[in-house]
């Protein structure tokens, strides 16, 4: 990234009267229901950041989200590693910063446990594992029947693929999968010991992704979820979770520290920068911005139709296929 880029983006975020994450909605207890959007929402605040929380609806699926707006700026979700590493590249919010005597290798080992193994578990037992009414509730609730069905079993079938599961494979690759993720809840669990973060007692953006995995898999998952029942053997996961919520999602809430989710008309970014820049002044008119909103319902019209579209021409390949089939993913071949 270069220095005056980076510059310009940390002037804009300090010039901001108020950033603005936008992500999915409330659920489950959870003022964020999406295991992405989570670790984003702790990491603002475990940095203390202000910011107000707006809740996409236009597009509920749509992988640019979680983003945060500031100024002119915008970080988004499937750009430049996301919206942590944007904000930490850019010098703008590096909680890591504030550790410089730990070793950035055991925090970036610490790390891939997280972002891998447990994010792989999870993803496996939402998508694979899971009837589909949580990632219904999360993603899909708001479309049309056939839209979300398809949308769904489509992610369904993404994610096996790139997990590596086949009809073969199935049985080794969840206990691989599970064993895994019962690896990483034993390191952690030993890395955090009896203090409040995992390094050094104050935060990292380890804790962030820690906190939003966990948090979602105690409160999202069901009782029967193997994946739950793993944490919960760790006493001091838990208590760690526990803690923070109550200070992250609880108090935070009242202090101003993230208010309220929010419903925004649409999940499409107010203002995007321009291609190889941080920032892009626009003015900010009444009428550029009544625009806007047009271009914005012209989109979510496109995209509904486009999506009919696909139903339409899935259901005539398909050939008449039944609810039921699409519900059983063993009818399908995910082999090359």
């Not at 992250?248 to 208010?259: A, T």
């Not at 820049?277 to 900010?284: A, L, T």
């Not at 009444?286 to 899935?314: G, P």
């Amino acid at each position: 990234m270069a220095p005056a880029s980076a510059a310009a983006a940390a002037a804009e975020w300090e010039a901001a009267e108020r950033k603005v994450l936008v992500v999915r909605k409330p659920c489950f207890g959870l003022p964020i229901a999406c295991p992405t959007s989570l670790p984003v929402l702790l990491y603002l605040r475990l940095a203390q950041v202000p910011f107000d929380i707006h809740v996409g609806t236009s597009f509920p699926d749509a992988d640019h989200i979680p983003y945060v707006e500031f100024g002119d700026c915008v970080a988004f979700n499937n750009e430049k590693g996301g919206v942590i590493e944007y904000l930490k590249g850019e010098k703008i919010v590096d909680l890591n910063s504030k550790h410089p005597s730990v070793s950035p290798s055991d925090v970036l080992s610490t790390k891939a446990m997280v972002s891998t193994w447990l994010a792989d578990a999870l993803q496996y037992e939402l998508w694979v594992v899971n009837d589909g009414s949580i990632a219904h509730d999360i993603y899909f609730s708001d479309l049309a029947w056939p839209i979300g069905k398809i949308l769904h079993w489509k992610k369904t079938r993404d994610v096996k693929q790139l997990l590596g599961i086949t009809k073969l494979n199935a049985a080794e690759k969840e206990e691989e999968i599970y064993q895994k993720a019962s690896d990483a809840y034993e390191a952690l669990s030993l890395r955090l010991g009896d203090q409040i973060f995992l390094f050094d007692n104050s935060p990292t953006d380890v804790d962030a992704l820690l906190l939003g995995h966990a948090l979602f898999v105690l409160d999202a998952l069901p009782d029967t979820s193997v994946l739950r029942g793993t944490l919960q053997k760790y006493e001091n996961l838990v208590n760690f979770v526990e803690h923070h919520k109550v200070k992250l999602l609880e108090d935070s809430s009242s202090s101003g520290l993230g208010s309220s989710p929010s419903l925004s008309s649409s999940s499409t970014p107010r203002k995007r920068a321009s291609a190889g820049q941080s920032y892009k002044p626009k003015p900010k008119a009444k009428k550029e911005r009544t625009e806007e909103e047009k271009k914005f319902r012209q989109r979510a019209k496109y995209f509904l139709a486009t999506q009919l579209v696909a139903v339409l021409v899935f259901l005539s390949l398909m050939g008449g296929v039944d609810s039921s089939e699409l519900d059983d993913d063993d009818g399908m071949d995910y082999e090359d």
